[in-house]
């Protein structure tokens, strides 16, 4: 039975229609119209954290929920590059009188440099030579190096509020870099940013400035090239965790829609083979992880026991089962996780009737 479409989503998508066409339409004016900026939707869980790091923090509303999220006791660092933007967060009730935030100057990609630290060495120093410079220069060094604004594995989320749309498309690699050092194993990185479903010749298409911001969107990336940065920058579980009904802007025939992407930090390490496996749930025949790694519903894939741990949590949790061998070979006696390793679990390692060496197969010439 075809589904008839009410007048209201009828005149919105003969609207959307006829400005595909080449036009331009901004719908970001419109009441009712919501957007990622500043704030997170509700079906977008950030749970409860003890550290967070909001980069691009343009929006009260979005901070005292990112406090609410760490409680009293954890902590949250705001890094922007418009003092304004800070001076701001400043005046709002929660963050005046919050012990546990920093509202830090910086880049969008450069969670290292402490601003106090660049003042407190530019006072010192006055730099008025190249000397002076050097010194400056071997100061700050030695600070990031030492001392990080954000150390490495410090915060357990990370949201990039619009980030993505501020930076030069050839600084995003480097600011997802950055936001992987800061991130423990196990933390989340969350990013809204502003996608174009099309690809466009020349500069970004032009899009209204963004009011928070005062600033219009310096790159308006692809749909799927944001993702694919994230593969490439070494999150598992990207995913998008909303999607804007309506497009922000329509420029040029272009719909620039809001998103909100998620990933997690972890998958990095040895792989070890203990005896593990997983069945997948269903209902998909076969799924692909980001490992390359296949799964068949309802059969028992071998894997390695950080792969194990991996799929148990979020955002795999619920959709496999859970196969723990009855006997856990210890890890320093436990052989690699390789092309020696049958795809599929034998029952009767689950169930450590049998080894892993004694299922192993001949290695092929070249295989790994």
Known sequence: MTTVPSRAEALRLAALHV???????NLKATPGYSSPFGYLPATVSLGAVESALLVGGVSATLVEKLLAVVGAEGRLVVVDPVPAVLEQ????????????????????????????????VLVE??????????????RLDGQRTTSPLVPAESVALAVLDGTVNRLPP?????????????????GRIVLTVVLADEAHSGPPPEVSPWPLVGAPLTSVPLERQV?????????????????ADLPLQLAEGIELRGYVIQ??????????DQGHAVMYRGPWRTVTDDDGHTYTRGERAAVCAKT??????????????PLQPYRLIPEEQAPPFDCDTPTTRAPRVTKGLETVLDTRATKS????
């Open 19 to 25: 400005a595909a066409r080449g036009g331009s339409l």
């Open 89 to 120: 967060l400043r005046t709002i009730e929660a963050v005046s009188g919050a012990s546990n935030i920093r509202l830090a100057p910086g880049d969008l990609d450069d969670y290292r440099l402490d601003p106090d630290v660049l003042a407190q």
């Open 125 to 138: 120093i006055a730099p008025s030579s190249l000397a002076d410079y050097r010194r400056v220069t071997a």
């Open 170 to 186: 050839d600084r995003l690699a480097e600011a997802l870099r950055e936001t992987h050092r800061v991130l423990k194993r196990g």
């Open 227 to 243: 993702l694919a940065a994230m593969e490439a920058g070494g999150f598992y579980g990207v995913s998008v965790a909303w999607r």
């Open 263 to 272: 990933g997690f930090k972890g998958k990095e390490g040895p792989c070890v």
């Open 308 to 321: 194990f741990a991996l799929l148990n949590r979020a955002p795999y949790d619920g959709e496999f089962v």
């Open 365 to 368: 010439e070249g295989c790994c």
